[in-house]
């Protein structure tokens, strides 16, 4: 077995999942975004912690996910933010998954698959309210669905929008977004239609829920969006990263640690080296900023981290010994190394961190 773990604690994704509800009101059902193997949590098995939990539909970024998820027997609605393309089409359709579309080329070999299989094709389509990422502008949506009724073999499962600031309380730019998403789509029948804008910052901050559905996301997984919440505590994170010491030795005072000489002993520090490095998606920039807990106490990341190793500091740690367990992100005792803590060290976001760990390390599920 590997020393390096990534501990994914399904419990808690359950736990946030009924959170995120309760905070959507009985008239939103949950959307469970799992794209990117769940944000570095592993597709399938958070799939089946939401389907426990009562989650009705799935969102992945591209058509392999959403053929995968039925070859593992999810029959839920899911949808393929990414929209399906010539060569996923036919398996798409014959697996009812859902595309979303933007481009007039997607609607119509979507449309040509559909008469081929004599099925219809169920899609989608993304307006762009403010995000200028995917999706057909507001006054260009005429145009557009006017040629997506023109052809045959369609079927209008929604619309879709994203926020760009929906962490940010009150923020005028989201309630502008809302406003363009209602213009927009007001002058087509929505009877039955699960249209939908808000996703986990939406969710909190109690924008975009008067839609059938809302987008659940990096809440999901404990990491809320605004990481200065008030109610970020009720959220539980899932992954914890772990490793283990597999070498110590005491550094006279004045010697560098690592590449670079970027640290430089003031005393005798007994220095314990991890196997993990930045091949294990533990971030270069960590070198000199991160912390780690060993038995329950906060030691500091030394020198610069290497490709497969890293250094701490455990001079102040009595009986330290080869073998003894090593938190990078999570908790121990009482202590905790969240993922926005280790996202400001190298100033980026939750996700990032997650994504990386996750496509790395072996997972063990709880």
């Known amino acids: 077995m590997t020393a390096n773990q990534l501990i994914i604690d399904l419990s808690a994704i359950v736990h946030n999942y009924k959170v995120l509800q309760q905070w959507a009101g009985p008239d939103t059902h949950l959307m469970g975004v799992i794209k990117s193997d769940a944000y570095g949590h592993g597709m399938i098995p958070v799939a089946h912690a939401l389907e426990s939990a009562g989650c009705q539909y799935f969102a992945v970024f591209d058509p392999l996910e959403g053929l995968l998820l039925r070859q593992k027997g999810f029959h839920q609605p899911i949808l393929i933010l990414m929209g399906v393309y010539p060569d996923t089409a036919d398996e798409a359709i014959a697996n009812d998954l859902i595309s979303v579309v933007y481009r007039k080329d997607m609607v119509e070999y979507l449309s040509q698959a559909a008469c081929q299989q004599g099925k219809p094709a169920q899609i989608q389509i993304k307006v762009d309210t403010g995000m200028n990422r995917l999706g057909v502008y507001p006054e260009d949506l005429a145009a557009f669905m006017a040629l997506i009724q023109s052809l045959p073999g369609l079927v209008i499962n929604g619309f879709i929008s994203h926020f760009a600031v929906s962490e940010q309380p009150d923020n005028a730019y989201t309630e502008r977004q809302m406003q363009k998403f209602v213009s927009a789509i007001s002058s087509y029948s929505l009877n039955g ?22 987008r659940a996301g990096i809440a999901i997984y404990g990491s809320p969006p605004d990481p200065g919440w008030s109610e970020s505590s009720r959220l539980k994170p899932a992954m914890t990263f772990q490793s283990e010491i597999i070498y110590l030795k005491t550094v006279p005072p004045e010697e560098t640690i690592s590449y670079g ?58 009986d330290v010994g080869v073998g003894d367990s090593v938190v990078l992100l999570g908790q121990q005792a009482q202590h905790l190394i969240t993922v926005d803590e280790l996202a400001n060290h190298v100033d980026t976001i939750s996700y990032e961190i997650m994504c990386c760990l996750g496509s790395c390390n072996s997972r063990v599920y709880i």
């Open 261 to 318: 000489r970027t640290y430089t002993t003031h005393k005798n520090t007994r220095v314990a080296t991890l196997p993990l490095g930045y091949a294990n998606g533990y971030n270069r920039k960590f070198s000199n900023k991160a912390h780690a807990l060993v038995r329950g106490t906060y030691v500091p990341v030394i020198g610069r981290v290497c490709m497969n190793l890293t250094m701490i500091d455990v001079t102040d740690i009595p």
């Open 193 to 214: 239609m699960v249209s939908h804008i808000s996703n986990s910052g939406g969710i909190i901050n109690h924008k975009g829920l008067n839609y059938p559905i809302a």
